[in-house]
Every structure is written in C-alpha cells, then in structure tokens.
C-alpha cells in the first residue's frame, strides 16, 4: 500500500492542475498503489525490469497531464531510462507568455 504523504501528493497533483481526476475517490483493490484508474497503461521491459506506464489526461491536452510509473522491484538506483521517460512525457509541454502550461 501507498504511504499516506504519497497519497496526498497525488491528490494535490490533480487539484492543482484542476484535473477531472480530483473528483473521484480512490479504489486501491481496482487499481494497486495509484489508487486512480489510468486512462491508459501500458508495461514495458526497462533493465530486465517490468514497467507499468500509467497516463492520467487532462481535459483540454492531447498528451497525458499527469504519469505515474511503477517498476516492479525497483533497485532505487538510477537508470538512464528513467530520464528518458520523463523527457517523453515531459517534451509535450511548454508554457505560453502568461504561464499557462500549453501542449506542444
């Protein structure tokens, strides 16, 4: 299960940026350690290590506003992989004159 700090953060994260995600309440038997069912998911081998890639949208946004990823065993060492995914996800979005978050 979740730490309760992480829980908290995950909700912030989709109050903040007022996703439609912020609204539901979190099921962690239909969806372990998020809490939140994905509106896509896909598992990848990363390092002879499964992968679950979890996208949350955003109204508005073509790509995912939000990424959870969760690696199965994970070493908690940092792998180049690591960076990799979060330059995918996050090479979607820049922010206009106003600094409001724009997808790319």
């Known amino acids: 299960m979740v730490r309760v700090d992480v829980r ?45 890639i979890n996208n949350y949208q955003k109204d508005g946004y073509r790509s995912p506003f939000a990424q959870f990823i969760l690696i199965n065993r994970a070493d908690h060492r940092p792998h180049r992989a690591e960076a990799t995914y979060s330059w995918d996800f996050l090479k979607h979005f820049s922010r206009n004159s106003a600094g409001q978050i724009v997808d790319n």
Not at 41 to 49: K, M, P, R
Request: glycine share 2%; proline share 4%; aromatic share 16%.
């Open 8 to 52: 908290t953060a995950i909700r912030s994260l989709f109050r903040y940026n007022q996703m439609s995600q912020a609204n539901l309440k979190t099921n962690y038997r239909q969806t372990p350690y998020w809490g939140y069912r994905p509106d896509s998911s896909t598992q990848q081998i990363v390092n002879n290590t499964k992968w679950t």
